[in-house]
């Protein structure tokens, strides 16, 4: 660390972390592989455990699948065993029961997929990564999963302007995120996208100057032609819209990827996207620092916002719940401890000695004004890493504790952790924990409750106080990770009725059947469980 | 300036403009007043010069304009004289005959103006600050305008996250900039809006990390109920989306407000809007160069980008003809002269002497290696506005030549300004002067193209000629200015057309019977010319 001197002058409780061992579990599990209580178990099926009623799609035929193998031989998955995993979700809370997943290599076997399962109206659960957290990206019946697993090709990289186009929707879920960094890396100049917790592509807090744009989407969709009701309009045939030579800067019409994104797989299927990455920063600095309120956390994050400026990349919180259920099941040990609340605060710059100057004045500042009462510092990337870990696995820590009823919220910042506290108080012992933390320059909060096992009586002391909560401090009810399957209902915190219904008319347009990713992100009155 | 030395030290060539009277004639022209040659004359009606047929919406009536005085008294304006100003476009190259101008202060109004005009099927224009350049604020025929002048109320500013409210459309136009300025400089932490150079919100260049981010916005529809052709959907009464409250953070359903950003008012009316505003700089620099090649312009900004990193927050370029112009009709002086191109690069950091010393490195570093033959910096306000006006007040400079034939590309930096040369040497002595500017950062050109007066055979050498040029390289044929009236019909050279009819039937949803904004954006066959 060049600066050690920096940071030791005047500021006793700095302990730099340079040796510290903060891994000494080394394993890391493969995401959902549960483990203690909840492990091993089936994993109910969705439509047992909700109140869902099959949509009247066609069923699989022994014809439909002739047709997929002469179309993508040898990419055709039937087994059981090899289709299980693409039924479960992440977080093993939800599963399908789809007996067949296509591993389409090209755009053009996507478009094929589509036109024949509009034909012969076959619903389609199109699949990235399989990181969601709402339930979104496994089917709830028996829809053939679409996945995307083997469209990894890297289109083009522009090392002038940071373009990095390719046909590999995971890119934005995070999953290729080996591959895009080792080709981004290798240029030496841009950023790789950083995986959040869940190995999803987010921005995290106050990443400014360094949020990556997605810059344009390839897109399929599934009706093939005629396909707004009674519009009368002709899609073209294989019904591509493909954008993705567009520039930086294009406003030639209504900017259809927008609606596209965050849309779940819900109006087409996205087979390729462009990323203008950032110049990669020369030098990233870490600050791991212990508050004593809630309070002290919002002051640091005002002081930090005027005092880092340009440089501020990060500003995550958690409370010490989530450090004590990372340290038990991931044998993680936190340099800092004995503060009901930490703060990671990230910096990213093109100048490590001005950074490094930047970073000590602020925490001689909130060390004197007594904001913070103990931290550590990183810059060098492996004890970077350490201290990301921390708060990176939060997520994967929570599995450990049994089924994670969660919630991932944005509300104004001054009232981000009394949703916390109020859930706390109303649950009682009826919840293991009940913990928070999130991405404080975003308003945003990753509310989590364990309990043992899934329970309905647990589920219904805490929706919809959550978002009737969360409704009457004017935030959302799904910040980042989208309403998928378990949060669709609860669309009307967050959005007028009138949005909805408008929501529900662009639905009906682009996807006339419903074919596409059924029972996910929009609200129906008419389901009712029936498997 | 702080920092002269720094400066100066080794670089005889870097003459501060401390001191410079860049401004000799001090008086600016509000916009749209011509002078010189084009000055005075009557700007000829679209319906006249274009081959557009009036679409068959109902006439205004007596009864109409009586409806509207009860509804609000003394806020429509129905004399000649008075209407004018509203019918013609800020460049006076396009006029339209409206009879009619709505000024609405609620958006509770709005809403009744939209159902009245949707019942009795009479077109509307909205109208924000009437800056546009492709003809899009305007009407083409007899279109009541439905203009925001006086939708001026400011709803709320938070002084933690920065989140700006306001009930007038023009903010992101840029017109109420003054007001919102006030407001935004009074909490003496947030930016405002900067306009452009034709009071236009526009982000410059690399300007990452001072982006303003368009939270949220509440929409005014046009068709009050049984909206989808065919769909059988209710939009409320009213039909407001009004998405004002959504946080920094909202993944609930569809992305609706991304739809309408840049849809010209062709979708809805938007009454109000929610803008996050970055941090105030503490620190601005602006460096103003003189490059002897494009190359060289090129060179210079790759260096400056690995350099500055997250301070560089504008890098703008402009040819030799360019500063002509700007000092023949505005009497400005430019510091640095005898250069084929200049740049105009700004610094926007936290810390001046950091920043500085950046700047300064950089600087050296361009000098050393030949990339700048000249040039001059500031760091105080008056300075940087002055050097700023040289790049600001080229549009105005231009209008004084005559008629300007406007065009804004984006294509791959690389190519930018080979498309000014081929077009100079292609339209020879046809045209008075063929300039070329804009921020190349985001690999965005404005090209300008002069005659004394408009010419059908001049515009013929031009289009669709620009547009083949630009669609060869995978361009966009209007990176900021949007279709309007004047581009539309050359929207498939950026668009593939399963994307165009998408969008017709969005706007068919939308607006069943077409009445908002006609004539613009979306390309239809069917026009063709009678008054």
């Known amino acids: 660390m060049a600066s050690t001197a920096l940071w030791s002058r005047g500021a006793a409780w700095l302990r730099s972390c340079r040796g510290t061992a903060l891994q000494r579990g080394r394993s890391r599990e493969a995401p959902g592989v ?18 869902v009623r099959r949509l009247p799609f066609a069923r699989l035929a022994d ?7 002469r179309l993508m031989p040898g990419r055709v998955v039937t087994g059981e065993e090899e289709v299980k995993p693409f039924n479960v979700d992440w977080l093993k809370s939800v599963r399908g029961c789809s007996q067949l997943v296509l591993k389409p290599q090209t755009t053009a076997e996507v478009s094929q997929i589509l036109r024949y399962c509009h034909e012969r109206n076959l619903a389609v659960n199109p699949q990235g990564g399989n990181t969601g957290l709402v339930g ?37 879920s995070g999953l290729c995120f080996g591959e895009a960094k080792r080709v981004l890396g290798g240029a030496g100049v841009y950023h790789a996208t950083r995986p959040g917790s869940q190995g999803q592509l987010s921005h995290r807090g106050e990443r400014g100057h360094q949020c990556r744009r997605l810059a344009a989407l390839e ?115 936190s340099p800092v401890t004995d503060s009901p609340f930490y703060v990671l605060i990230e910096t990213s710059g093109s100048n490590s000695t001005h950074d490094e100057e930047k970073l000590n004045n602020f925490l001689e500042q909130a060390m004197a004004s007594g904001l913070v009462t103990d931290g550590t510092v990183a810059t060098d990337d492996k004890k970077i890493k350490m201290l990301w870990g921390l708060r990176e696995r939060i997520t994967e820590a929570l599995t450990h504790e049994g089924y994670v009823y ?18 706390r108080a109303r649950l009682g012992q009826s919840a293991k924990n009940v913990v928070g933390y999130g991405h404080l320059g975003d308003g945003n909060l990753h509310l989590n409750i364990t309990a043992e096992s899934y329970s309905h009586s647990l589920l219904d002391a805490i929706e919809p106080f959550v978002y009737e909560w969360t409704a009457r401090y004017s935030g959302s009810i799904s910040a980042e990770h989208g309403l998928g399957f378990k949060k669709k209902q609860f669309i009307q915190y967050s959005k007028p009725r009138e949005a909805v219904v408008l929501m529900q008319q662009f639905k009906a347009m682009l996807d006339p059947k419903g074919i596409l990713n059924p029972y996910k992100t929009l609200p129906s009155a008419l389901e009712s469980s029936t498997c």
């Open 34 to 51: 549960l483990r203690g209580r909840g492990c091993c178990r089936e994993v109910v099926a969705t439509c047992e455990r909700y109140a």
């Open 219 to 333: 897109i399929r969709l599934s009706a093939r032609d005629g396909a707004g009701p009674g519009s009368g309009k002709v899609l073209a045939d294989g019904s591509a819209l493909d954008c993705l030579t567009s520039l930086r800067k294009d406003n030639t019409g209504y900017d259809l990827k927008q609606l596209f994104i965050g849309s779940e797989g819900t109006l087409g299927v996205i087979t390729a996207v462009s990323i203008l990455c950032p110049q990669k920063p020369k030098a990233v600095n870490l600050a791991f620092l212990g508050c004593q309120s809630f309070a002290k956390v919002l002051e640091t994050f005002t002081t930090c916002r005027a005092m880092l400026g340009e440089i501020l990349s990060a500003y995550e919180f958690m409370d010490e719940k989530c450090m004590e259920l990372v340290e038990r099941h991931l044998k993680l040990s």
């Open 406 to 423: 969660k919630y991932d919220i944005s509300l104004p910042v001054g009232k981000l952790y009394d949703l916390v506290t109020d859930m």
């Open 136 to 172: 979104g990206s496994v089917p709830v019946f028996d829809e053939i999963i679409l996945s995307t697993a083997l469209m990894n090709q890297i289109i083009s990289f522009d090392k002038v302007s940071g373009r990095f186009c390719c046909r590999d929707p995971r890119v934005p």
């Open 63 to 69: 014809g439909d699948v002739a047709f997929f193998e």
